[in-house]
Nanobody, 118 residues
Framework: QVQLVESGGGLVQAGGSLRLSCESS????????MGWFLQAPGNQRELVAEVSSRGSTTYADSVKGRFTIYRDNAKNTVYLQMNSLKPEDTAVYYC????????????WGHGTQVTVSS
């Protein structure tokens, strides 16, 4: 059973930065696509960014140029560097794993709160 543990959330002023981390248990990490999702109150969970096992990345339009997703397979950890934060980035951020050969994310972390004040 895979466990994903997020850290790095918190309160930051608009224009500031945060780095989220997600550490995974198990050796399947290096073969998996990893993603970060956000869920704001009253809204559905949505994809922020994902990185494939080969390092290819995809970003939501709302975060392009501000957020960077990257992974360290030696540490079984995926990161989300968030710069130029805006109040509308406020949400709970979830780490997720998609293990091959599945097409959907099948493991989720518990989430970490990010609050951006204006």
């Amino acid at each position: 059973q895979v466990q994903l543990v997020e850290s790095g959330g918190g309160l930051v002023q608009a224009g500031g930065s945060l780095r989220l981390s997600c550490e995974s248990s198990g050796s399947i990490f290096r073969l998996s696509t990893m993603g970060w999702f956000l869920q704001a109150p009253g809204n559905q969970r949505e994809l922020v960014a994902e990185v494939s096992s080969r390092g290819s990345t995809t970003y939501a339009d709302s975060v392009k140029g501000r957020f960077t997703i990257y992974r360290d397979n030696a540490k079984n950890t995926v990161y989300l560097q968030m710069n130029s934060l805006k109040p509308e980035d406020t949400a709970v951020y979830y780490c997720a794993m998609r293990t091959p050969p599945l097409t959907g994310y099948n493991y989720w972390g518990h989430g970490t709160q990010v609050t951006v004040s204006s």
